[in-house]
């Protein structure tokens, strides 16, 4: 009877009962993790999928059919168990102390290079327990026998192995870390890797390879630290003759509707002399950098003409009185019923302009100084709500209907496409419809029907 219940048993029944249950309890564990997203779910799963059979398979064959531990299938049977529990220990303290590590934390900031070096460390310890408690290796020799081989490799790549030190000490100073913007003698752009030998910078050209001794070795910038928000200067040139208040403000205005700009950060454009100009524009942060560039450049292009001013010293002559008496025919005599002595009468006061894409052709709160009348290309209007439908001006339509009631426009126009337009000043206008009582009825139709278009509710 005690032969029947002796220590086996227990040992038997624990295995019995308690390998069920934890595949269970860890099972429910895993799916709730994964269900949430969590790090923790790898781990779990390496230790229902493996440690705990591994263990079950150890106490029935150690405790139970009490098969000598010198037996060379219950050493490989160790050796796994201590493997997976290595493997085991390694994911855990990655998933606790960095992968879940709060944004901004010291443990978000780790380069993934000193991670590597805890990771071979750690696999070296471990492998040396295993080899010495379940195969009774002596590991002094060994390590001795490492320690030399190093001293010889050490030797032989000395230049290499430099490079890898200076670069480690650069990286315990952490001048930088991963999604930092750098600006180097070789490259601008954000951090996305660091490992043993290079810093990987993403930049608009592709991926550049620094290696960490160069870095080590000069100066470099880090944009993302520079304290406040962060600016970018634009370098223009306009003809000496231009007045530098006027192009001042052009330029401050252009910069001031980008819609990267900073919010609450206000352009500045200082002139440099020479028909060179400086605006500073803060944005929300590097990687902005180029396509707040690219819509400034392409924006001025097309204001400094409507302007009258010689961006890179050129002269426009788009507005030539041809292209008025033409616009004027097709577009403007038809919206405001003109005969040909009205449209021979306003040659000389309209002009014909144009806007680039997404470019602001109206402004709501202001009060238009002029009509906009539409001769190519096509023009969205909004209101202040964002789910608003809006609608679509396209060839012939007109806008800054308000400028003869002296009141704001209701409505923001933003061209869609390359915009051409004639665009008449607000007395010469006045002068033509004030003897036209049906058009003036006919306009102040328009901008009724306009604003219940733009203002209905979405579908």
Request: charged content about 15%.
């Amino acid at each position: 009877m005690n032969n029947l219940f002796g220590s086996w048993f227990y040992w038997a029944a624990g295995v019995a009962i308690g390998l069920p249950a934890g595949l269970i309890l860890l099972t429910e564990w895993h799916v709730a993790l994964a269900r949430r997203g969590s790090h923790l779910a790898r781990p779990v799963a390496l230790a229902r999928n493996y440690l705990l059979p591994l263990a079950a398979l150890l106490v029935l064959l150690a405790r139970v059919a009490g098969v000598a531990e010198q037996d060379p299938v219950v050493r490989v049977i160790y050796t796994a168990f201590g493997f997976v529990v290595l493997v085991l220990l390694l994911s855990g303290l990655n998933v606790t102390f960095f992968q879940s590590a709060p944004q901004g934390s010291w443990r978000n900031r780790v380069p993934t290079i000193f991670i590597d070096v805890a990771r071979f460390l750690l696999i070296g310890v471990g492998l040396a327990l295993i080899l010495s408690h379940v195969w009774g290796a002596k590991i002094g020799g060994l390590f001795t026998a490492l320690g030399v081989t190093s001293v010889v490799i050490g030797l032989m790549l000395q230049n290499s192995v430099g490079q890898i030190v200076s670069g480690l000490f650069m990286l315990f100073e952490q001048p930088f870390r991963l999604g930092d913007w750098l600006d180097t003698p070789a490259a601008r752009g954000r951090v996305v890797e660091v490992n043993w030998r290079a810093v990987h910078i993403a930049t608009a050209n592709g991926l550049q390879v620094t290696p960490n001794s160069v870095l080590a070795g000069t100066s470099f910038t880090n944009i993302s630290r520079s304290g406040g928000a962060h600016r970018v200067s634009v370098t223009t040139t306009f003809a000496v003759a231009d007045p530098p208040d006027r192009v001042c403000a052009l330029l401050s205005r252009v910069a001031a509707a980008l819609p990267l700009r900073t919010a609450g950060e206000t352009p500045t454009s200082v002139a440099l002399g020479g028909g060179e100009y400086r605006t500073t524009i803060a944005l929300d942060g590097p990687g902005d950098d180029g396509a707040a560039q690219a819509t400034f450049l392409r924006w001025l292009w097309y204001a400094a003409r409507r302007e009258g001013l010689h961006l890179d010293d050129a002269d426009d002559e788009f507005s030539t009185p041809e292209a008025v008496a033409e616009a004027l025919r097709t577009v403007v005599a038809p919206a405001l019923r003109l005969t040909d002595a009205d449209q021979q009468a306003l040659v000389p006061y309209a002009t014909v302009v144009r806007y680039g894409t997404d470019e602001a052709v109206q402004k709501a709160g202001h009060v238009p100084t002029a009509m906009t009348f539409l001769t190519a290309g096509s023009v969205r209007l909004t209101d202040d709500d964002p789910d608003a439908p809006g609608t679509t001006l396209r060839h012939g339509a007109f806008l800054g209907i308000t400028t003869l009631t002296r009141q704001p426009s209701q409505f923001d126009a933003y061209a869609l496409e390359e915009v051409t337009a004639v665009v008449i000043d607000r007395e010469h206008i006045e002068d033509l419809v004030m003897h036209k009582p049906l058009l003036l009825q006919e306009l102040g139709r328009v901008i009724d029907q306009r604003r219940r278009v733009v203002s209905a509710p979405s579908t």
